[in-house]
């Protein structure tokens, strides 16, 4: 009886720790190369437009201060 408690022991032991692997996957960079998905902001960087909604996001949040 004890030989089975152990074996028990032993499979559900080997069965929790199977759930906790992840196969290990690796990015290589380069430096100062951005390979990431490109923003949608950028077209719109340095655009009066964006830049006004900026400015007011910014009075907002610092004038209740």
Not at 14 to 33: D, Q, R
Not at 38 to 43: E, V, Y
């Amino acid at each position: 009886m004890q030989t089975g408690k152990r074996l028990f022991g032993v499979v559900v032991l080997a069965l929790s720790l199977a759930g906790c692997f992840e196969e290990a996957s690796f990015e290589f960079h380069e430096p100062g190369v951005y390979k990431g998905k490109t923003d949608p902001l950028l077209k719109k960087a340095g655009t009066p437009e964006l830049e006004s909604q900026l400015q007011a996001r910014l009075t907002r949040i610092q004038t209740d201060r």
